[in-house]
């Protein structure tokens, strides 16, 4: 059976996966709605419902490992009942789907916090509960940001050679690897400083770097 923080590493793993296909399919939903072609497979980058079940499911087993109990419903729900409840169900089909999706984005960091008192629970070897799980939680993002590479290839390009890097990254999507291309990332370099969070991607968190 995998470790504790086997676990951890895999769900989180799979949420940043997740969380790059969201962002990739609302920005064809966005393009759609104001007439343009979406840019890039628009089937093959749709949100599957397996897909979604199975992170469900990781995260239900994840609960009921560490805590004994299925998550509660005001601490965790599924996707799709959180994401329909809050959509504005007044627009039409393409904005309303935006706009599902943007809490969709809400969803995993929700997610990600749920992940992250569960983590304080215990620690990552089983043992008994700490007095302190904040101190706990805090040991555990720095083992999770050192064993996982987020990225198979991370593309590092000038404004001029966007177009060139765009061409590659779909090439590189289209074959199934994971890519860091800025326009794929847009929900999660909000608010970060640029010049520390790229540097950490370049040098940790991808395992190569394609630099134009």
């Not at 989180?12 to 393009?31: G, H, I, S």
Request: some cysteine.
């Amino acid at each position: 059976m995998a470790s504790t923080v086997q676990e951890l590493i895999g769900l989180t793993k799979a949420l940043d996966r997740f969380e790059t296909r969201v962002v990739a399919y609302r920005t064809m939903l966005r393009d759609m709605s104001f007439g343009r072609k979406p840019d890039g497979d628009f089937d093959r980058t749709a949100i599957t419902a397996g897909e979604t079940e199975t992170i469900e499911s990781l995260i239900r087993r994840l609960s009921v490992r560490m805590s004994g109990n299925e998550p509660d419903e005001t601490e965790w729900e599924p996707l799709h009942p959180y994401c329909s409840r809050n959509e504005d169900k007044k627009k039409d089909w393409a904005d309303q789907n935006y706009e599902y999706f943007r809490w969709a984005l809400i969803w995993i960091q929700k997610t990600r916090t749920y992940i992250e008192y569960l983590s304080g629970l215990q620690s990552a070897e089983g043992d008994p509960r700490e007095m302190n799980p904040l101190k706990h939680i805090a040991q555990l993002d720095e083992k999770l940001d050192e064993a996982v590479t987020r990225y198979d290839v991370a593309l590092s390009f000038a404004g001029e050679d966007r177009s060139h890097a765009r061409q590659i990254a779909e090439l590189l999507r289209s074959a199934e690897f994971s890519v860091f291309y800025d326009e794929y990332e847009k929900a999660t370099l909000w608010g970060r400083n640029l010049y520390t969070h790229l540097s950490d991607v370049y040098q940790n968190k991808a395992q190569f770097c394609l630099m134009f």
